[in-house]
């Protein structure tokens, strides 16, 4: 098997290279078993007909038994380095859009989790751009992720068509292309699950949608993906409750951004009453 399956993974084997570790999938904490892949409980009634417990929270990535082990080699970040920027994207920002990947980028830089919060439209992804050049030329590895296929398969177009030399891979579930290491991961948050400090920066783009912002399990993958001294941004619109009090906290640095290209405020809305009924 070639070892670079393993860099910053945890993966289900019978046999790995001796440069790996393994540890079981399923461990026996105060008498109940948990999965340490996706660190949930597996419920009594969880067994295959031989009685050996499973766990069913993660079945989707493959079926991992208490006789499964669980093996992985610590990231070791190689990857070419860039000279230049790798940034190929040839678009332009408008001076707010500007700024506000000025800011993005200063805290990426600082290494601090962070919060773009910017209205639809506005250009987030584009206003990563720069603080992503930034860090693929540090030679840091990066995982972009969402928890809807549909987004992932729409960026990764537009990544590589932004960073046309950086190899990049593009995970979800049924995807007809192996698993490759690369700098550059585009994913869902459920395939999170598989790494274990991988990533130097993560990008959770649509941290609000579903599952993601009520699954405290793909929370957990992200915090389990990237590595101690990593970091974050979360990218939304609508920022939910809980991060509104991780801003209120200043647990989270925040770029806000309420306006859009064009530079035009969101029309407000208006009510209008209709009658009805008809002419008596």
Known sequence: MDKTQLFGR???????PPEATGKPALQLVNGHWQCQRCHQWVAPQDCLPHGVPYCRHCLNLGRLTKHTKLYTIPEPNQFLKWSDSPLSWAGTLSEQQ??????????VQAQRDQLLWAVTGAG???????????????????????????VCLELAPRLAQAFAAVPQTVLYGGQPAPYRYCQLTICTTHQLLRFEAAFDWIVVDEVDAFPLATSPMLQRAIVQAQKPAG????????????????????????????LRYHGHLLPPLRTKLVGAGGPG
Not at 98 to 107: E, G, I, M, P, S
């Open 10 to 16: 945890r993966v289900p084997l019978t046999q790995a």
């Open 98 to 107: 500007h700024q506000a990947a000025l800011a993005v980028c200063r805290l």
């Open 124 to 150: 987030k992804t584009e206003m990563v751009y720069p603080a992503l050049a930034w860090a693929l030329q540090r030679g840091w590895r990066v995982a972009w992720t969402s928890p809807r296929v549909d």
């Open 231 to 258: 970091c974050h941004l979360y990218l939304t619109a609508t920022p939910g409750p809980d991060l509104q009090r991780k801003l209120k906290r200043h647990q989270l640095a925040v770029t806000y951004l309420p």
